[in-house]
């Protein structure tokens, strides 16, 4: 920003340059159990799709508000992402998601096929997938109320989740399967590798206990 009234000749040297800014706290972390993730869909009802869709897909609240019926293929069994819904100062902005690597193709799994196919049957492709009750963009206050996110989260002791949380239990659970970083990058298309290993790397160490157990061995250390 500083950089433009220096090229304008507005300023002789940009007083911001050099400056570090101090590092961002480690994320929180709340990553639920497949189980947690069915009972909080079973409280919501018809509103428990959302949450599976969030989960599996690995969408953010964003894409999910935006996605429409042409976006999901249950032929091939992909769902693509290409769009965004996201609410600023009470305005919904739909856009393109925010870099080239949001953009991408997910697969469906077999338990949202048919929820996804309820969803979109009948429907005019360019209708929302997941429209709020006035048939517009979903807004994600408004969802908590309305579905009961928040009730439900303290009947079953998890008060601190977010909707945000779901799309980190993909990642999750996609690690603990066995997935490597880098299809897990790819899978939620964060820009960078060092973003996905931050969240993640930790959440799958048997490499770590692998060589704890060969330092153990007679020899081992050597």
Same mark, same amino acid.
Do not use: F
């Given at each position: 920003?500083l950089?433009y009234?220096?090229?304008?000749?507005?300023?002789?040297v940009?007083?911001?340059?050099?400056?570090?800014?101090?590092?961002r706290?480690p994320a929180?972390?709340?990553?639920?159990?497949?189980?947690?993730v069915?009972?909080?869909a079973e409280?919501?009802?018809d509103?428990?799709?959302?949450?599976?869709?969030? +989960?599996?897909?690995? =969408? !953010?609240?964003?894409?999910?508000?935006?996605? #429409?019926v042409?976006?999901? %293929? /249950?032929?091939?069994?992909?769902?693509?992402?290409?769009?965004?819904?996201?609410?600023?100062?009470?305005?919904?902005?739909?856009s393109?998601p925010?870099?080239?690597a949001?953009?991408?193709?997910i697969?469906i799994?077999?338990?949202?096929?048919?929820?996804l196919?309820?969803?979109?049957a009948?429907?005019?492709?360019?209708?929302l997938?997941f429209?709020?009750?006035?048939?517009?963009?979903l807004?994600n206050?408004?969802?908590?109320?309305?579905?009961?996110?928040?009730?439900?989260l303290?009947?079953?002791?998890?008060?601190s989740? +977010?909707?945000?949380d =779901? !799309?980190?239990?993909f990642?999750s659970l996609? #690690?603990?399967?066995?997935? %490597? /970083?880098?299809?897990?990058q790819?899978?939620?298309?964060?820009?960078s590798?060092?973003t996905?290993?931050?969240?993640?790397?930790?959440?799958?160490?048997?490499?770590?206990d692998?060589?704890?157990d060969?330092?153990?061995?007679?020899?081992?250390?050597?």
């Open positions: 920003m950089d009234p220096i090229a304008s000749r507005r300023l002789p940009n007083p911001a340059r050099g400056v570090k800014l101090p590092k706290p929180r972390e709340r990553i639920l159990t497949v189980d947690e069915a009972a909080v409280r919501l009802g509103e428990g799709d959302l949450v599976l869709a969030m +989960t599996y897909l690995g =969408l !953010r609240w964003s894409e999910l508000a935006a996605l #429409r042409s976006d999901v %293929d /249950l032929v091939r069994r992909r769902v693509r992402v290409v769009e965004r819904a996201t609410e600023v100062r009470g305005r919904i902005d739909v393109a925010k870099s080239r949001s953009q991408r193709h697969a799994p077999g338990l949202l096929r048919d929820r196919g309820a969803r979109t009948g429907r005019k492709p360019d209708a997938v429209p709020s009750p006035d048939g517009t963009y807004r206050g408004n969802w908590r109320s309305r579905s009961g996110w928040d009730k439900a303290v009947e079953l002791g998890l008060e989740v +977010t909707p945000h =779901l !799309r980190r239990t990642g996609a #690690r603990s399967a066995g997935a %490597d /970083l880098r299809w897990i790819r899978a939620m298309r964060h820009e590798i060092t996905t290993a931050r969240i993640y790397a930790h959440l799958h160490d048997d490499e770590l692998l060589v704890a060969a330092l153990d061995r007679p020899g081992g250390g050597r």
